[in-house]
């Protein structure tokens, strides 16, 4: 039951982060197909000088944080140190990439203009994620202060061990002393 805290919390997190990476690169995408169209003068999208590097970022993060989820669930599923590491290392990777747009879509709301509805839902929901990516990476990684909260990467459970000692060499090694009778 010790092993369920950080399981039982990052669950619904990762579940929540997913849907809202969807749901951002539905809109981000459309805002995209607008933009490249130049049908900026639609009434639901408008814009700004940083719209265009803004959507590509958004439509970035949200590619990497779905990807990160993906692999999220199947540490969760078999919730070892060898499934932490890609999970954590993609998350990470996910949160930096939301963090430049989280960093673009304050510049854009900064900017100011007219911009839609579709748009300034990209723009909330980037800021949204940019807080709880980061806390699900934190949450991930919980473990490497206090197992109670899941593995961690100093965890030996599993794996570790010398190799077996063969007659006539040095243990590890994997070198034979010549006339030990070891074919």
């Not at 800021?127 to 965890?155: A, K, W």
Request: proline letters at 3%; aromatic letters at 10%.
């Amino acid at each position: 039951m010790a092993r369920a805290v950080g399981r039982s919390l990052a669950g619904p997190l990762l579940f929540l982060n997913l849907l809202m990476y969807l749901i951002v690169l539905g809109f981000a995408s459309w805002c995209l197909n607008r933009f490249i169209n130049g049908q900026t003068n639609h009434p639901s999208f408008g814009g700004n000088g940083a719209t265009m590097f803004f959507l590509i970022f958004a439509i970035l993060s949200s590619v990497l944080g779905i990807i990160s989820k993906l692999l999220g669930a199947n540490h969760l599923r078999a919730w070892r140190n060898d499934s932490l590491a890609a999970a954590g290392s993609s998350a990470l990777i996910a949160w930096a990439v939301t963090a430049l747009a989280f960093g673009l879509a304050c510049k854009e709301i900064n900017i100011g203009g007219w911009r839609g509805w579709r748009l300034r839902v990209v723009e909330g929901l980037i800021i949204v994620l940019g807080l709880t990516e980061l806390l699900y990476v934190l949450m991930l990684h919980s473990g490497l202060f206090n197992s109670t909260y899941g593995p961690g990467y100093r965890d030996n459970e599993y794996g570790v061990g010398a190799p077996p000692h063969h007659a006539g060499g040095a243990a590890g090694t994997g070198i034979v002393e010549k006339g030990s009778g070891v074919i």
